[in-house]
């Protein structure tokens, strides 16, 4: 089964007076929906846009993994187990809250920043909290969260390119530029499907493009 989900029908969230732009895939917030709490591990997918010196203070997270990608823009990151980075398009950050961290998230920069921000639910609760970066990530190498069960894989595809989907129990992928099919199904920057039990599926790039896809267990 493959259920599509559009950019335009996703809750808008944020703050827009302090600088802040979100859109929201799944409840989050003050936007509840019952039959949309999460895929899987997934928990959130928000899309942020922060202008420069805006925002989110120090705030806490516990019992949840944190994957950001940075889609333009640099994000600075400060938490209270010492981290201090500058995350920047194409690199990979992990923040693994287990028991509780505070973090700060931040454009620093003089230009907009946007930035994909997934939560997953972790399979054990509780443990240290740690953090990751992988700078400019490449496509052949999947970055594995086995906290989560899951596997991300990021696709930058040119006009035509075919590329396999995981034939994983389910899978998630998330256009982050240009359009791609998949199963039939055409999506645009901003839309994601939500893909269970299917084998033997592939992305094809309409143009180029770039999709974030998590293969994920059961």
Do not use: K
């Amino acid at each position: 089964m493959i259920s599509v989900h559009r950019a335009a029908d996703r809750f808008e969230g944020g703050d827009e007076a302090a600088g802040i732009s979100s859109r929201h895939s799944f409840s989050f917030g003050p936007f509840y929906d019952p039959d949309n709490l999460r895929f899987g591990p997934i928990l959130a997918c928000n899309e942020e846009r922060l202008a420069p010196g805006a925002g989110f203070e120090e705030h806490p997270h516990s019992h949840t993994e944190i994957v950001t990608w940075v889609v333009e823009g640099e994000l600075t990151h400060r938490d209270t187990a010492g981290h201090a980075t500058v995350v920047r398009a194409g690199d990979v950050q992990h923040l693994s809250a287990a028991s509780g961290v505070r973090h700060v998230e931040r454009n620093d920069g003089a230009t907009g920043l946007t930035f994909l921000q997934m939560w997953l639910a972790p399979v054990e609760p509780g443990g240290d909290p740690s953090y990751t970066t992988v700078p400019g990530i490449a496509d052949s190498t999947p970055y594995a969260l086995p906290e989560a069960g899951s596997m991300l894989h990021v696709r930058r595809l040119t006009e035509g390119e075919r590329v396999a989907v995981p034939d994983a129990p389910r899978v998630y992928v998330h256009v982050v530029r240009g359009a791609v099919r998949v199963g039939g199904e055409e999506l645009a920057a901003g839309d994601a499907a939500r893909i269970t039990g299917e084998a033997g599926l592939e992305l094809v790039a309409a143009g180029n493009a770039e999709a974030l896809v998590w293969e994920l267990p059961d």
